[in-house]
């Protein structure tokens, strides 16, 4: 199988000449999750950044490398569309808090001046809340405010906005760390379904959760992607040392 | 969907149009000042000297004769010199304490409804006209007395210094971290002392600036002191005499063909007091951050 | 003991304010009300014409309070563009940056400068321009004291939207540019409705400014007591009249003044009152 997306070499920086993170080489294969590991500063938020661009945000931010989407390297396409194609979730839920339910699911859209009929976005909101189980919770209360719900609610309504793009990657920062132990679960049960369609890249600080959730895992250690490999092999039988003693709580 | 997407380029145009605009527009809107004080300094700096400063307004009449024979005007400004002094003296002395103290009692009682409703009024009072102000004092000070005078000056100035004092003591004192106050309850300590030795000196850097602050917003008000102190030709220090100040002269100089050479280097004088003011206020509060 | 005496002291102080806010209203309206017994409040208001001259003496506050409205709402209309880029520049393209506080600092500054020396910058600088631009032969008028205006209150609008703007919180932006918006997609889309409330509360407390701004005003304004006869035209705001007036004034006058002093006095309350409710509603969402 090819792998969708291919990091080569993979470097950034906040401050000259010291890499947050530092020549990462790695493959990720579609229609699988892939869960980041590492102590907090290890660079595993970085490099997620750098997927999908966000770090020319920050125009202090450098980034080297190539990171290859389908074989196009994303570092040398238009950000724009590198946002559509690739589709983030953060930490904190961040619905939009002066749209609608419904208008937060399309935001992708709007944001982009892309104009819909309205049975296209009957259609393409009813198809994404669907697909976070969230359509039979909120399909009264369309027109509330997004930040009404509660909080797991509102970040699978995060993750519905970014699928509504139909991305081919989907990225999350942490989803699940500002939730309660009963949307977190929801929220796994989801991404599970979800990869049959996407291909998902997950930073966790949450082990259990990788071993859970993930087919294969990467741990990163100061900025280096010290071992990338399929979760249960990574968990009962690390290569590297310093994965063990992270997987076992030596240090974290 | 992707076609619709190729309006990339457009709105990536827009993106970078709409940036331009806003840094044009924000150039634009910082020229009026470095052409205010290109103004005052070109045209004051040559009445800017030691006459400014020791010597009495000129009458009407010297100024005139003095422009026929080419010579400098024959004054200064003493008068409103010593006039602002006494004026926004008398007023730091009034606004000062009693400004504080609001202050603290607003940081201290702040769910109590009294307080509330004080807190509205000094945004109330905040907000209200200079010119508001000046009939005030008129109605309270200079009819009762029967005449014009400083102490008027400075009862308007006191009641606009008021509002912004008792505003930056009291969310100075709301930054400080509660456990200060509680620390120096815990070890014994009344709370005039904790509030004495403990409040007002850490939020020293804060109040302080309030206070500079609002010394340089009051410092050229002009139509409040035309209603109160009125204005006066010699250096006065009574209180309850006519007394003039550098704004109140600079309107005279503008209303004057004969003193008009004046009204530069008295507005430069002004200005370099309020910005020399705002400066210390501002190192101020950079050096004793909370 | 000391700190019951000691806290007492406060109480007191506080009640001062009280007392100086009821002492306001009452000397206002006790001064005011030879004029509103001899024309009545609504006849006072609705009134255009203001003659001083002894034997056909009339006093209305018509013309003020249109001049007044005209003025400001003109200046603000005229700091908008300004201000909000200004807020744009410090709070979301440049926050944080060297520029950004550089610029800041120089807005402050055009706040600490006195309103007389704007009035004579204004009378000076601005007007030979305004004659130029053939508005009309004096150049004094609503013209000249609303662009004067416009740039006073310029500070006061920018540094609060600049304080919301830059309140936006930082993920929902980032939410949005995950979606592929563009920087001026994100601030129409997201900033300025996320900031609305505070900004508009910011304008309204900017005017509230240029409805009681005298002394620049008074000095370029053409200090005529008739109704505007538009932009062109000459007038006098409610502050300029009584800077204006006030000096030579007494009796029947005298009372007029105080009124329109009054009357300046709830439109500023009132202003102030309605940016405090829109700021409170923005803290509740």
């Given at each position: 199988m090819k792998p969708i997306l291919e990091l080569k070499n993979l470097s950034v920086s906040?401050?000259?000449?010291?890499?947050?993170?530092?020549d990462v080489t790695t493959d990720i294969y579609p229609n699988t999750i892939t869960a980041i590991m590492g102590p907090s500063g290890c660079g595993k938020s970085t490099l997620l950044r750098a997927i999908n661009r966000m770090h020319d945000l920050y125009p202090h931010i450098r980034t080297t490398g190539e990171i290859l989407l389908k074989g196009k390297n994303v570092l040398e396409m238009d950000a724009m569309k590198v946002r559509r194609l690739v589709g983030m979730v953060f930490q904190q839920p961040n619905p939009f808090p002066t749209m609608s339910i419904y208008d937060n699911v399309l935001a992708g859209y709007s944001l982009n001046g892309i104009r819909l009929k309205r049975r296209e976005k009957d259609e393409i909101v009813e198809q994404s809340l669907k697909s976070v189980a969230l359509w039979d919770e909120v399909k009264d209360v369309m027109s509330k405010r997004g930040s009404f719900l509660s909080g797991g609610q509102q970040q699978r309504l995060c993750i519905a906005r970014t699928l509504a793009m139909r991305p081919e990657v989907l990225l999350m920062d942490?989803?699940?760390?500002?939730?309660d132990p009963i949307s977190t679960n929801k929220i796994e049960e989801l991404l599970l379904e979800l990869k049959k369609q996407f291909t998902i890249i997950v930073v966790t600080h949450n082990m259990s959760q990788a071993a859970r959730i993930s087919d294969n895992s990467m741990f990163m250690y100061l900025g280096e992607l010290i071992e990338h490999g399929n979760t249960t092999q990574m968990f009962t039988k690390p290569k590297n040392k310093r994965t063990e003693e992270y997987l076992t709580g030596v240090f974290g | 969907m992707m076609e619709q997407v190729s309006s990339t380029r457009v709105r990536k145009g827009k993106d970078k149009i709409a940036l331009w605009l806003v840094c044009i527009f924000s150039f634009i809107a910082m020229i009026p000042l470095f052409l205010i004080l290109w103004d005052v300094v070109s045209k004051g700096?040559?009445?800017?000297?030691?006459r400014l400063f020791t010597e009495v307004t000129p009458s009407s009449m010297d100024a005139l004769l003095a422009r026929v024979n080419n010579e400098?005007?024959?004054?200064?400004i003493l008068n409103g010199i010593t006039g602002t002094l006494l004026i926004v003296g008398m007023a730091i002395l009034f606004s000062v304490p009693l400004g504080l103290s609001i202050g603290i009692y607003l940081a201290d009682n702040q769910n109590k409804r009294f307080a509330k409703v004080v807190s509205y009024l000094t945004d109330l009072l905040q907000g209200m006209p200079s010119i508001v102000i000046g009939i005030i004092a008129y109605a309270w000070v200079v009819k009762p007395l029967g005449s014009y005078s400083a102490l008027a000056g400075s009862v308007a100035l006191t009641i606009m210094m008021l509002p912004m004092i008792v505003r930056s003591t009291e969310e100075t004192l709301k930054m400080l971290p509660g456990a200060y106050k509680e620390a120096g309850l815990a070890l014994g300590s009344s709370y005039t002392n904790v509030v004495f030795k403990v409040l007002l000196p850490s939020g020293f850097g804060g109040i302080f600036t309030g206070i500079l602050l609002a010394i340089s917003r009051v410092m050229g008000e002009t139509a409040p002191l035309m209603l109160t102190a009125l204005g006066a030709s010699v250096v006065n220090w009574h209180v309850l005499e006519p007394t003039s100040a550098i704004p109140l002269l600079i309107w005279d100089f503008y209303n004057d063909p004969n003193l008009v050479d004046l009204v530069w280097s008295s507005s430069l004088l002004l200005l370099i007091v309020i910005f020399l003011l705002n400066w210390i206020a501002k190192t101020v509060a950079r050096k004793w951050k909370v | 003991m000391k700190d019951k005496l000691f806290r007492f002291v406060l109480f007191f102080a506080a009640l001062m304010i009280l007392l100086l806010s009821a002492g306001i209203i009452y000397s206002l309206v006790s001064r005011s009300l030879d004029t509103f017994n001899e024309y009545g409040v609504w006849g006072f208001i609705s009134n255009a014409e203001w003659d001083p001259r002894k034997a056909t003496e009339e006093y209305g506050a018509l013309s003020f309070i249109v001049g007044t409205l005209y003025t400001a709402f003109f200046a603000l209309l005229i700091c908008i563009p300004f201000s909000l880029s200004v807020a744009l520049f410090n709070g979301e393209y440049f926050k944080g940056t060297k520029v950004a506080s550089a610029v800041s600092s120089v807005v402050d500054l055009l706040a600490g400068i006195p309103s007389i020396v704007f009035g004579l910058w204004g009378f000076y600088s601005v007007r030979p321009i305004v004659i130029a631009l053939g508005v009309?032969?004096?150049?004094?008028g609503i013209f000249l004291s609303s662009i004067v205006l416009a740039i006073m209150i310029i500070p006061y609008a920018s540094s609060l939207s600049t304080e919301f703007i830059s309140m936006v919180p930082n993920n929902m932006k980032e939410g949005a540019y995950s979606l592929g918006a563009t920087r001026l997609e994100v601030i129409r889309r997201i900033s300025f409705p996320t900031a609305s409330s505070g900004i508009v509360a910011a304008y309204i407390l900017a005017l509230g400014r240029a409805l009681g701004e005298t002394m620049a005003v008074t000095m370029l304004i053409?200090?005529?007591?008739?109704?505007?006869?538009?932009?062109r035209g000459t007038g006098n705001t409610m502050a300029s009249v009584i800077a204006n007036q006030f000096g030579e004034a007494d009796g029947l006058k005298l009372s007029s003044l105080i009124a329109i002093g009054l009357i300046l006095f709830i439109i500023t309350a009132i202003i102030n009152l309605i940016a405090k409710m829109v700021m409170k509603r923005l803290s509740k969402v």
């Open positions: 906040y401050t000259p000449g010291k890499n947050a993170v530092d942490e989803p699940t760390s500002a939730l | 700096y040559k009445n800017f000297n030691l400098p005007i024959p004054g200064g | 009309n032969a004096q150049g004094f053409g200090n005529t007591d008739r109704i505007p006869s538009g932009l």
